[in-house]
């Protein structure tokens, strides 16, 4: 199992910008398809981004599409989350994944996770 650790949240004014970053613990990094995900109070953890290992093809949740970008330095093992033009409704607890698995939204393809980093966004 892939030990993550998630940074980079905090509170914002809706407009603004955060970049969330996942430090990932093992060495074939590569191979894994990060993923992040979202959860609000009293809601289900939403799919939010996901990026290939090897190919880094990369898809979003329509809600996030042409406002966030995952990205990922394999040399670093970290992926990253640029969030921009955010919304009250971003506001969430926003996790990190792994798995040795294609682009997927559905969370228990992913094996790994987590603590969640908090995102608030004011409006």
């Known amino acids: 199992q892939v030990q993550l650790v998630e940074s980079g949240g905090g509170l914002v004014q809706a407009g603004g910008s955060l970049r969330l970053s996942c430090a990932a613990s093992?060495?074939?990094?590569?191979?894994?398809?990060m993923a992040w995900f979202r959860q609000a109070p009293g809601k289900e953890r939403d799919f939010v981004a996901a990026?290939?290992?090897?190919?880094?093809?990369?898809y979003y949740a329509d809600s996030v599409k042409g406002r966030f970008t995952i990205s990922r330095d394999n040399a670093k093992n970290t992926v990253f989350l640029q969030m921009n033009s955010l919304k009250p409704e971003d506001t969430a607890v926003y996790y990190c994944?792994?798995?040795?698995?294609?682009?997927?939204?559905?969370?228990?393809?992913?094996?790994?996770w987590g603590q969640g980093t908090q995102v608030t966004v004011s409006s």
């Open positions: 990026i290939f290992g090897p190919g880094r093809a990369t």
């Open positions: 093992v060495s074939t990094f590569s191979r894994y398809t």
């Open positions: 994944a792994a798995g040795l698995t294609w682009l997927t939204v559905r969370p228990n393809e992913y094996d790994s």
